[in-house]
């Protein structure tokens, strides 16, 4: 099973850096998000899985 990291403000510069660092390391990487009117995603868009897709491989 590999390492595991939960990442609170992932869609930041930080925290989407450090996602990316992580899962070239094995890690397998969840985020919490702020709270916001729209759902900005740009920074992470190449490795978010929606989690209520029903095929998603979480």
């Known amino acids: 099973m590999p390492p595991i990291a939960l990442i609170t403000g992932i869609t930041g510069q930080d925290g989407s850096y ?3 660092l992580l899962i ?7 985020g919490i998000i702020r709270r916001a009117s729209t759902f900005n995603t740009a920074r992470i868009d190449h490795i978010y899985t929606d989690p209520h897709d029903p095929h998603a491989k979480l």
């Open 24 to 30: 070239s390391k094995g890690y397998q990487v969840h």
């Open 18 to 20: 450090l996602a990316e």
